[in-house]
């Protein structure tokens, strides 16, 4: 059985500043880790996945995340925000079949000017 | 090229009534994948086809149901609606069966209400 969670619903930065948003995860067999954004009212866009090739794994729009196995985290960063960052973050993990992802509750990240 | 397209994309219904979503992948691509996403919480894992077989299936009552057709579109099928159904209920494809070499593209929902 796998599965996340996502420390925080919310998260408020200001624009320039560092994004973190954390990500624990739990899985009996090695994980798939992704990063998806949801702007409001629409799906999901993949962000970047973790595949077991390299622990710090870098994606779209300056986004880059960290594979931790001692720590079971695969948490989310950005050196400076913008205000177009603004969404909904959610980490996801699946297993060696990769038929199904387990997602964590999400995070709402605010950027103010 | 067009992306994934479900229809409709906003419904109301009542309790009781039985409902159809209607997914359209990406062309070229064999796996649809469905999601329930309750307002406030992450996408829930439905069921997965690929190549017209269930490949997986979430921990959901048997008054979901869905299929894939020949050109590889899909359905989602909800029965018995009762009001905890109300959800943005998201269709994802990809070219293969797995997430993980491949990626997966989701649609923007069917925002279903049930009243």
């Known amino acids: 059985a796998q599965s996340v969670t996502q420390l925080g619903s919310h998260v408020s930065v200001s624009e320039g500043a560092l994004v973190l948003l954390r990500c624990n995860y739990s899985?009996?067999?090695?994980?798939?880790l992704f990063w998806y954004v949801q702007y409001p009212n629409q799906g999901l866009q993949l962000l970047l996945k973790?595949?077991?090739?390299?622990?710090l794994v870098k994606g779209i729009n300056g986004f880059e995340a960290e594979f931790k196995k001692s720590e079971t985290s695969f948490h989310l960063t950005k050196p400076s925000a913008h205000m177009s960052d603004a969404a909904e973050y959610f980490c996801?993990?699946?297993?060696?079949?990769?038929?199904?992802?387990?997602f964590g509750g999400g995070t709402r990240l605010m950027v103010k000017p | 090229d067009a992306g994934v397209t479900q229809s409709p994309t906003h419904l109301i219904k009542t309790r009781g009534q039985h409902v159809t979503l209607r997914c359209s992948p990406i062309?070229?691509?064999?796996?649809v994948s469905w999601y329930q996403q309750v307002l406030g919480q992450g996408p829930q894992f439905i069921f997965q086809y690929y190549e017209k077989e269930e490949r997986g299936r979430g921990n959901f009552p048997d008054r979901f149901s869905a299929r894939q057709f020949p050109n590889y579109s899909s359905e989602l099928n909800v029965n018995a609606l009762l009001l905890g159904d109300s959800a943005l209920y998201l269709c994802?494809?990809?070219?293969?069966?797995?997430?993980?070499?491949?990626?997966?593209?989701f649609g923007e929902g069917s925002r279903l209400t049930v009243l």
């Open positions: 994802a494809s990809s070219l293969g069966p797995s997430s993980n070499t491949g990626e997966l593209f």
């Open positions: 062309s070229g691509h064999k796996s």
């Open positions: 996801a993990v699946s297993g060696v079949r990769g038929n199904m992802l387990t």
């Open positions: 973790y595949t077991s090739a390299a622990t």
């Open positions: 899985s009996s067999v090695p994980p798939y």
